[in-house]
């Protein structure tokens, strides 16, 4: 797999300076690289999750990287109390928050009908239910103060599309899409906007060993249904997260930005597949039409 020509850091330093931001999932994967650059551009950046021990690890490293404040607190998103008590527990290091990337996840892959239905709710409690907990307990704590907020989501592509052997998370991450625009048009008088990316295959242990488990990993390289023949590198998620999340994207409200290297809709044109044609063949085809 070929990585990004092209991934430098994107923002101007302090652009996300006096900002504090909870990401939900942060210790590990694409919450750890968004975090990573958050602090960059001197955020206070808080990551939570169910594992302390992983949270604490990368809060430590992270620290001893950017020198940025960042805290972790234990918190599963599925239940209600604890997300009460990660944001009490944000307020009272930072004073304040900011931003909440929900980020935190859940997937794996499997034919739907060998789901047990306890496997369906784990995957939906955690993206779905996760997601509408943070930003429920957020967006009533941003009205009350009066103040402005941002929600980042963290979809898929598959979120609009859908997609077999992963139907939990689809319908999960559909919910997803569908309460980031909705909240961006009843929230957005209280000064909260709400956004989404969407991404394509970027690689992390999380996701790699739930999605390309041997002997998938060694048979399906993720690159080869990207036009662009690359999966994506962390840092350009970063950039766009951090672009989203900042003031210069002020008024983008209710979008849902895609940054696959055009996977989906190379999976979604009727003819895309005629790539494969060699010069050759379309000498051939274009000779026989025009006769
Ligand atoms: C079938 C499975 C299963 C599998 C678990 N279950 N794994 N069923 N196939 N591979 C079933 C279990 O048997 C159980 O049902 C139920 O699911 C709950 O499983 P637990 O192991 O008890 O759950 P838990 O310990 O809470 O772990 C949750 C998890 C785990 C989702 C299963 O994988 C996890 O912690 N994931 C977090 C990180 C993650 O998934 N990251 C990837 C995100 S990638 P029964 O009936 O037996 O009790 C992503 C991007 C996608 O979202 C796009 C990429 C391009
Ligand atoms: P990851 O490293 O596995 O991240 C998932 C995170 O969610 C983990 O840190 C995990 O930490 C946390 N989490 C799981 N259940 C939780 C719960 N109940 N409460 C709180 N936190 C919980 O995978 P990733 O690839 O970085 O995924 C990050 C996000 O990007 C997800 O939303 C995913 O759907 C999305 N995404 C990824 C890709 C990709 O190619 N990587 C593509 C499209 C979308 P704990 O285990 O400690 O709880």
Same mark, same amino acid.
């Given at each position: 797999?070929?990585?990004?020509?092209?991934?430098?850091?994107?923002?101007?330093?302090?652009?996300?300076?006096?900002?504090?931001?909870?990401?939900? /999932?942060?210790?590990?994967?694409?919450?750890?690289?968004? =975090?990573?650059?958050?602090?960059?551009?001197?955020? &206070?950046?808080?990551?939570?999750?169910?594992?302390?021990?992983?949270?604490?690890?990368? $809060? &430590?490293?992270?620290?001893?990287?950017?020198?940025?404040?960042?805290? $972790?607190?234990?918190?599963?998103?599925?239940?209600?109390?604890?997300?009460?008590?990660?944001?009490?527990?944000?307020?009272?290091?930072?004073?304040?928050?900011?931003?909440?990337?929900?980020?935190?996840?859940?997937?794996?892959?499997?034919?739907?009908?060998?789901?047990?239905?306890?496997?369906?709710?784990?995957?939906?409690?955690?993206?779905?239910?996760?997601?509408?907990?943070?930003?429920?307990?957020?967006?009533?704590?941003?009205?009350?103060?009066?103040?402005? /907020?941002?929600?980042?989501?963290?979809? *898929?592509?598959?979120?609009?599309?859908?997609?077999?052997?992963? @139907?939990?998370?689809? *319908?999960?991450?559909? /919910?997803?899409?569908?309460?980031?625009? !909705?909240?961006?048009?009843?929230? $957005?008088?209280?000064?909260?906007?709400?956004?989404?990316?969407?991404?394509?295959?970027?690689?992390?242990? /999380?996701?790699?060993?739930?999605?390309?488990?041997?002997?998938?990993?060694?048979?399906?390289?993720?690159?080869?249904? @990207?036009?662009?023949?690359?999966?994506?590198?962390?840092?350009?998620? $970063?950039?766009?997260?951090?672009?989203?999340?900042?003031?210069?994207? !002020?008024?983008?409200?209710?979008?849902?930005?895609?940054? %696959?290297?055009?996977?989906?809709?190379?999976?979604?044109?009727?003819?895309?597949?005629?790539?494969?044609? =060699?010069? %050759?063949?379309?000498?051939?085809?274009?000779?026989?039409?025009?006769?």
């Amino acid at each position: 797999m070929s990585t990004a020509p092209y991934a430098q850091p994107m923002l101007r330093d302090g652009a996300l300076a006096g900002k504090t931001i909870i990401v939900t /999932g942060g210790g590990t994967g694409l919450g750890r690289a968004m =975090t990573t650059y958050f602090l960059q551009l001197g955020a &206070n950046v808080v990551i939570s999750s169910r594992k302390l021990d992983v949270l604490e690890t990368t $809060a &430590n490293e992270l620290r001893e990287q950017t020198h940025g404040k960042v805290l $972790a607190v234990q918190c599963d998103v599925r239940k209600y109390d604890e997300v009460e008590k990660l944001l009490q527990r944000t307020v009272e290091e930072f004073g304040r928050v900011d931003i909440l990337v929900n980020n935190a996840a859940g997937n794996f892959i499997s034919p739907t009908e060998r789901l047990s239905n306890k496997a369906f709710d784990v995957i939906v409690d955690i993206v779905l239910k996760g997601s509408y907990n943070c930003t429920l307990a957020l967006g009533k704590h941003w009205i009350a103060q009066q103040q402005p /907020g941002t929600i980042l989501n963290i979809v *898929t592509t598959y979120a609009s599309v859908g997609s077999a052997f992963v @139907v939990p998370s689809a *319908t999960a991450k559909a /919910g997803v899409l569908a309460l980031t625009r !909705s909240l961006a048009v009843e929230w $957005a008088k209280y000064g909260i906007r709400s956004v989404a990316i969407a991404p394509g295959p970027f690689p992390t242990e /999380g996701a790699w060993s739930r999605l390309f488990p041997e002997p998938l990993a060694s048979k399906l390289d993720p690159a080869a249904s @990207v036009p662009l023949k690359r999966v994506g590198s962390h840092q350009e998620l $970063a950039n766009l997260a951090a672009f989203l999340v900042s003031d210069f994207a !002020s008024y983008i409200n209710g979008e849902v930005v895609t940054i %696959d290297g055009g996977e989906w809709l190379n999976g979604a044109g009727e003819f895309n597949k005629l790539e494969l044609l =060699t010069s %050759d063949m379309w000498d051939m085809i274009e000779k026989t039409m025009r006769r």
